[in-house]
């Protein structure tokens, strides 16, 4: 069956960086898009960034340019996002997502406090 498993997650201060991965299985990983998206507490999941299926092309929000970097890697089914420079506000349920078949992951937790 389809799964996305997001990892990497967890607690940081602010200005430090985190790696998130998410694994993909059960599909033509290299056939889609892929997408990160985050939700924070009390808030609506907002997209993050986004990379096309070769990997060639990428988008950022304004919120993040500049400070995360979005990767994939096909032959290894695996969608990364490094964030450098994290603030307090990036805490949030970080969520991968596979366009045109819309699947989720469960997400991974990032808190950024001192």
């Known amino acids: 069956q389809v799964q996305l498993v997001e990892s990497g997650g967890g607690l940081v201060q602010p200005g430090g960086s985190l790696r998130l991965s998410c694994a993909a299985s059960g599909f033509t990983f290299s056939d889609y898009g892929m997408d990160w998206f985050r939700q924070a507490p009390g808030k609506e999941r907002v997209w993050v960034t986004a990379i096309s299926s070769a990997g060639g092309t990428t988008n950022y929000a304004d919120s993040v340019k500049g400070r995360f970097t979005i990767s994939r890697d096909n032959a290894k089914n695996t969608l990364y996002l490094q964030m450098n420079s994290l603030k307090p506000e990036d805490t949030a349920v970080y969520y991968c997502?596979?366009?045109?078949?819309?699947?989720w992951g469960q997400g991974t937790q990032v808190t950024v406090s001192s």
């Open positions: 997502h596979a366009d045109q078949v819309n699947y």
